[in-house]
């Protein structure tokens, strides 16, 4: 990944817990993103837990990647699920996920066909977090990555009483996670999509192309800085990054 920046500078420390919020387009290419931003973290000895991917599956795509034969890989399923992988790829109900697990694997994936219903999954993105709340001591971040940053709040919803408390619990995830050494990915397509105390939480805002919708009214002022016609219209390599203390750069990936 590089970054020319037009306005600041910034320096990206992969030990840290950020958040990363990745706004564009369907087929904008915010998946392949965040799953650059997880291979970075790979490569500077963290953890990856993708929690949460469509209904396809596309996080399984770890598994036929160069890292598949570099990293060790745990797969989560639901019970009683019957699951065929590699030998050299662990798998396990997600009930029975520890704290060690994320010392001891560098993949961990949480994948939609391993489970019986969506409301299954849901069930254990929320054992998942709720049991990285007991990360109390670490030595290596995680980053997490989550397709459709919604998706968080709809999981919750399975557990607690209504939308209000749903959308507070993502909000405390989001500015709590990084005293459980837990880094964040998310994507979204609209802006509108996510309460703007969501995406003020986010130390790096990653835009993709924005088609015809373009940037609400109170981001205007990256306008001074980029183009609306290549915001409109980047490539799926290209991206406009903004960072919590309003810089503002022009990057690509690979």
Known sequence: M??????GNETVNWSRPYVWLTLGVRGAGKSSFLEHLAEQHLQNGN??????ACRAGENLAWLRSKWAKEKRILLFSDENAIVEAPDSVSVK???KLSLSDFMEHDIIINSSPLYRSLDAEYMSCNFIIDK???RLHWKRTIFTVCREASSLMYSRLKVVE????AKAFLIYW???SRHVGCSL???SVRMTSLDVDVRSLADFTVFKSQGSGGLPRELWFIYRYVQPSFLQN????????LTRKGHIGVGVFP
């Open 47 to 52: 953890c990856v837990l993708d929690l949460f």
């Open 132 to 134: 990285l709340w007991h």
């Open 93 to 95: 109900p997600y009930t």
């Open 174 to 176: 989001l500015r709590e």
């Open 234 to 241: 980047m490539k799926p390599g290209q991206f406009v990054i």
């Open 162 to 165: 209504n939308q209000q408390a």
């Open 185 to 187: 990915g998310l994507d």
């Open 2 to 7: 590089k970054i020319g920046w037009l306005y």
